[in-house]
């Protein structure tokens, strides 16, 4: 049984930072096992399962499976991966900050009735929505640093976003027309200079007349 927690390392602020998939399955397991190592006040695997025995802790550990899990599976369910407010896409900012704070509060309720399932399940879609509001938009281009605090609460934003018809970048360019797109420091410089935020990321490899050409239908550029 032991063998089958071989993936969590027992020197956790090193070595599990190793794993080669850095995108939100490895950054929420690696988030909470830190909050649990530092709750527990343990450095090492052992310690861990000293502390809270084996069966405890193979539960726990199967809670963060499903939650790190089903936050990958956000990009994949029918009902989440094309809708912007759920990636923080199509400058739908206001309405991504909405749907964190209704999920605070759906989470909230789970807990309090007992439903940690559920809970699980909603955390999982709020961390995904959070993580990417850093990753598809302009905030760490601002020279944000650390976590952006108002985030999940209500006039996050204060009006200080840019509009869907304003161009956000330059184009991207290719060296051939099998070639993959290059986008490197091409966003537009006034964005960032005027502190608006701006959705400048997405699964899409290219930009044309200054915005993302976006896979979501809503949200269609030439």
């Not at 527990?40 to 695997?45: G, P």
């Amino acid at each position: 049984m032991i063998l089958s927690t071989g993936a969590f390392s027992p020197t956790f602020a090193t070595q599990l930072l190793l794993l080669a998939d850095e995108g939100h399955y490895a950054i929420s397991q690696n988030a909470i096992l830190k909050i649990a190592y530092e709750y527990l006040d343990v450095k090492t695997l052992n310690e861990f399962i000293q502390k809270l025995g084996l069966i405890s802790f193979n539960k726990r550990l199967s809670a963060v499976s499903t939650i790190t899990t089903t936050n990958g599976k956000v990009d994949d369910d029918r009902a989440t991966k094309n809708r912007p407010s759920y990636h923080f896409d199509a400058e739908m900012f206001v309405l991504a900050n909405n749907l964190l704070i209704n999920s605070q509060e759906l989470i909230l309720n789970s807990i309090r009735s007992q439903q940690f399932s559920a809970a699980r399940q909603q955390l999982s879609t709020y961390l995904h929505t959070l993580q990417d509001f850093y990753s598809h938009s302009n905030y760490i281009e601002m020279d944000g640093i650390g976590a952006f605090r108002p985030l999940g609460e209500a006039n996050a934003f204060q009006g200080r976003i840019v509009t869907v018809d304003m161009a956000t970048c330059s184009n991207c360019t290719s060296p051939c027309d099998l070639c993959n797109y290059v986008c490197v420091d091409n966003i537009n410089p006034s964005i960032n200079q005027h502190q608006s935020t701006a959705t400048v990321h997405q699964w899409i490899l290219w930009r044309t007349n200054g915005k993302w050409k976006r896979h979501f239908e809503t949200d269609k550029c030439a």
